[in-house]
């Protein structure tokens, strides 16, 4: 089974910082990758998928790049609103297991 | 714009089994993976497993024997059934539409259920 790894696990950062989060994966998944912004009580957003697509309505500060086994997150001008847990999903390999990463949270600095 | 919702008993006895049911509206079930999603409280999102609208499913290998994913499409229902639960499968589960290809796009508000005698 492919396990994905994140790091960091926790994030302390200010307002206007450039933020990166990075998912590793324990076998090559080429693009299947998507990333989720999840905040206290709600259900999770899809922010980014296939790696590096932005999802409709997402503000671009998000980014994603990455194949393989390494895949980043960035925020290139952290928000109030950004301060979340970051989550990346595989959706690799046949039939696909959309297995998670254990998560990051962003916490204000 | 599609819209799911979760219904279920929120609490459950130690060794029965958890059944909750998914509502979609706005959409039929056409042309996707519906999952299942649970996050235990403090913890992170754990993948429980998919019906492919064609009726295969897949499941995450630690819950493989315990869970049972259907669908009604009659009802646009598809449903989740995990047997022998113990405290640690207390969670708030959801349910999801989703492609490997472009994620999981829509998600149901969350459902909390506590397993407890």
């Known amino acids: 089974d492919i396990q994905l790894t994140q790091s960091p696990s926790f994030l302390s950062a200010s307002v206007g910082d450039r933020v990166t989060i990075t998912c590793r994966a324990s076998q090559g998944i080429s693009s299947y990758l998507a990333w989720y912004q999840q905040k206290p009580g709600k259900a999770p957003k899809l922010l980014i998928y296939?790696?590096?697509t932005l999802q409709s309505g997402v503000p671009s500060r998000f980014s994603g790049s990455g194949s393989g086994t390494e895949f980043t997150l960035t925020i290139s001008s952290l928000q109030p609103e950004d301060f979340a847990t970051y989550y990346c999903?595989?959706?690799?390999?046949?039939?696909?297991?959309?297995?998670f990463g254990p998560g990051t949270k962003v916490d204000i600095k | 714009q599609v819209q799911l919702q979760e219904s279920g008993p929120g609490l459950v006895k130690p060794s029965e089994t958890l059944s909750l049911t998914c509502t979609v509206s706005g959409g039929s079930i056409s042309s996707y993976y519906w999952s299942w999603i649970r996050q235990p409280p403090g913890k992170g999102l754990e993948w429980i497993g998919y019906i492919y609208y064609s009726g295969s499913t897949n499941y995450n290998p630690s819950l493989k024997s315990r869970v049972t994913i259907s669908v009604d499409t009659s009802k646009n229902q598809f449903s989740l059934k995990l047997s022998s639960v113990t405290a640690a499968d207390t969670a708030v589960y959801y349910c999801?539409?989703?492609?490997?290809?472009?994620?999981?796009?829509?998600w149901g508000q969350g459902t909390l259920v506590t397993v407890s005698s």
């Open positions: 999903q595989q959706l690799n390999s046949y039939p696909p297991l959309f297995t």
């Open positions: 999801a539409r989703g492609t490997a290809a472009a994620g999981t796009t829509d």
């Open positions: 296939a790696a590096s």
